[in-house]
């Protein structure tokens, strides 16, 4: 039977193709009628009306009452006028049963004109209210289940909230102990540090005021020794005896200044071996203040969050707050251990010194800030200020932030790249960092580059500096002093970046080389060891962003 209907099916089909004008124009290629399988003639309207989508509505359509896909004009035609809803789909369907093509099919629609003709009739003024007061009472009817929705929603996010605040409640229970009994701690270790500090201090005033003494002293001696040697000049002749005993009374004065002075040259040693020691306790009642300020700052914070949440629970902004102190750990640590390895503030204030002609130059290129990433204890910010250029720093370390305020200078406490993604395009003259490189991983790296040069004015300048590879021991040894440390970076590499995200006249800087880098060697053999053994221990690449 199905080979029959098949049969029949393609006797009576009458085969569609593009319009004569399009064939003409070889703009579209014959349509071709779809074989049907178990062919019907008859469909209800219900059933072609199915189907979400409008694409799927009209190919199902023309499929089904013309045999065939539809054609572009034809699709494209229908898709429009759905889509902007100057068309009903019943109207397509009476359209396309109506058709010459389908006339020939011999295709039925069931139910299809009372479908069109309700379809008129809702369009007017009376039918068209009632639809609309329908469509409101069916709206209406989802009221109660939409509110049982908000309900249960409400119910579980309470518990939840509950859940949290119990866990944050234990967490900071847990982090409260050590916190107070480090504070307490540390509190024991310094009563003894001060009381030794406050009794060294007047040991060397006293020592001060016995030198002050005997200078003074001194200088009276001397001045008096010689209005006596004057009157013994003029009153020689006349008084010869008493000239004689004033003699041996100034031999006398002369010994004991002498034996005053011997006195004197052994209290030096001993204030520089004091002194020293002032020194180190002084460098150590630093690095216990920076831990104690470090432990404040995070207890303040953790009491400030505590304070926010009672009687309310932790939201997710202030959960995120406590979970990040576990970054600030070791922050006083790090600026203790670069105190003792990086230098004191003037080594590095001199270092710097040969980058102010290039801040100057992109300062006055295009009047905008300077940022500093990675500002550390200030250093080049200071240096900046005292050169009269504006400048500004970021870092992650919040003991370091805390000291750049303390000396006045313009610091903020953040992510670098996240600052630079906050700032407008064009809006810095230039952006520099010493050794902050070698800490990021390389994804990081290159987005650092692309974000400086975006925030970057025309005529800005960039400059990085970081720790050179080329010198052997630093590769091997001296790179991995600092932890914090990544993988060394060669000159040539970074050189590279800088060039390929966008910046132009890109230099390298070799700076501070070894003492034996300045030997002369006769073999070529020797010159290569010694740059290699105490050549440039660190470098920096400069580059600008065109005009």
């Known amino acids: 039977m199905k080979r029959i209907r098949a049969e029949i099916a393609a006797k009576t089909a009458v085969p569609a193709a593009g319009s004569p004008a399009q064939q003409a124009a070889g703009g579209e290629e014959p349509r071709q009628p779809i074989t049907p399988e178990g062919f019907r003639r008859t469909f209800s309207v219900r059933e072609l009306l199915r189907g979400k989508r409008n694409e799927d509505f009209i190919r199902s359509a023309y499929v089904k009452i013309l045999g065939r896909e539809p054609d572009v004009v034809g699709r494209s035609h229908y898709l429009k006028h759905l889509n902007h809803g100057r068309l009903e789909r019943v109207v397509v369907l009476r359209r396309l049963v109506n058709s010459a093509e389908a006339r020939g099919r011999g295709i039925r629609i069931r139910g299809l004109r009372w479908r069109v003709a309700w379809t008129k009739a809702a369009r007017k003024p009376p039918l068209r209210s009632i639809v609309n007061f329908s469509k409101g009472i ?7 289940r939409l509110a049982r929705d908000v309900r249960n929603f409400e119910a579980l996010a309470t518990v939840t909230a509950q859940q949290v605040a119990a866990e944050a409640r234990v967490e900071q229970q847990a982090l409260a102990g050590p916190m107070k009994a480090s504070i307490e701690k540390l509190r024991r270790q310094i009563e003894p540090l001060a009381a030794a500090q406050s009794d060294l201090a007047g040991r060397i005033d006293a020592i001060a005021a016995t030198v002050a003494g005997n200078k003074h002293r001194l200088e009276q001696a001397k001045a008096a020794a010689d209005e006596l040697r004057d009157q013994a000049k003029t009153t020689a002749a006349e008084l010869g005896d ?10 006398g004065s002369i010994a004991s200044l002498a034996e005053n002075l011997s006195g004197l040259e052994t209290v030096p040693p001993d204030l520089h071996r004091l002194r020293t020691e002032m020194a180190e306790l002084h460098g150590r009642i630093n690095s216990h203040w920076r831990s104690i300020v470090d432990q404040k700052l995070r207890l303040e914070l953790l009491l400030t969050e505590a304070r926010k949440r009672l009687p309310a629970s932790l939201d997710a902004a202030q959960l995120e707050t406590i979970a990040n102190e576990r970054h600030h750990l070791l922050d006083a640590f790090y600026v203790s251990f670069e105190d003792r390895y990086r230098g004191t503030r003037d080594d590095i ?10 801040a100057r130059k992109a300062a006055e290129a295009t009047g905008g800030e300077l940022i500093d990433i990675g500002c550390g204890r200030g250093e080049w910010l200071e240096l900046l200020g005292e050169s009269g250029l504006p400048a500004s720093g970021i870092d992650l370390n919040r003991v370091m932030v805390e000291e750049c305020h303390a000396r006045g200078l313009k610091a903020t406490l953040g992510d670098a790249l996240e600052v630079l993604r906050s700032l407008p395009e064009r809006s810095l003259g230039a952006v520099t960092g010493f050794h902050i490189i070698e800490h990021l991983p390389f994804d990081v790296l290159v987005t650092l580059f692309d974000e400086v040069l975006r925030v970057l004015k025309p005529g800005g300048m960039v400059i990085f500096e970081t720790p050179n590879p080329a010198n052997l021991q630093v590769a091997a040894e001296r790179f991995y002093m600092d932890p914090t440390h990544l993988n060394p970076l060669p000159s040539d590499l970074i050189s590279f970046i800088a060039t390929a995200r966008g910046f132009s006249g890109v230099e390298v800087l070799d700076l501070h080389p070894m003492d034996w880098a300045h030997r002369d060697y006769d073999d070529p053999m020797l010159g290569l060891l010694q740059r290699k053994l105490f050549g440039a221990q660190d470098y920096s690449i400069i580059g600008w962003k065109a005009s």
């Open 349 to 358: 204030k001199n270092r710097q010194k040969i980058y102010v002609p290039y």
């Open 138 to 144: 069916r709206y209406l009817s989802r009221l109660p």
């Open 242 to 251: 008493q000239a004689k005993a004033t003699a041996e009374e100034l031999r």
